[in-house]
C-alpha cells in the first residue's frame, strides 16, 4: 500500500496556496482584493503564489475593467480542482491512518 505521505501535492505545502484553492473551491470567482484580505498576505506575497498556481494549470487569471479600474479575477480550473481535491484526500487518510 502507498504512503498516503506520498499523495501529497508540493504545491500546496504553503498556507497561502491551501487558502487559495480553498477560497477557489467555494466561489466561482474572487478578485485580487477580497482574496488579499480573505487571506492575510502582501501584494507581493499572494501574486506570487497565485502566478505559481496559474503557471501549473490550477488556476485561471482574467483581467478586466470595472469603469476604469482594472478588476483581475482568479477561478479554480478542472485540473487544479482535481488536484487540490486529491491533495486533501491523501491528508485525510494520512490524519485517519495516525488515529
Do not use: C, W
Not at 14 to 38: C, H, P, Q, W, Y
Amino acid at each position: 500500500m502507498k504512503n498516503p505521505i506520498e499523495n501529497l501535492n508540493k504545491l500546496f505545502d504553503s498556507r497561502v496556496r491551501l487558502g487559495i484553492m480553498s477560497a477557489l473551491l467555494v466561489n466561482d470567482t474572487i478578485n485580487f482584493n477580497d482574496l488579499k484580505e480573505l487571506i492575510q498576505a502582501t501584494d507581493g506575497n499572494l501574486a506570487s503564489h497565485l502566478k505559481a498556481l496559474e503557471e501549473n494549470g490550477y488556476i485561471k487569471v482574467h483581467k478586466g475593467f470595472i469603469g476604469r479600474k482594472t478588476n483581475t479575477t482568479y477561478a479554480v480550473t478542472k485540473a487544479g480542482e482535481k488536484a487540490f481535491k486529491a491533495h486533501l484526500e491523501a491528508l485525510e487518510k494520512m490524519i485517519r491512518s495516525i488515529e
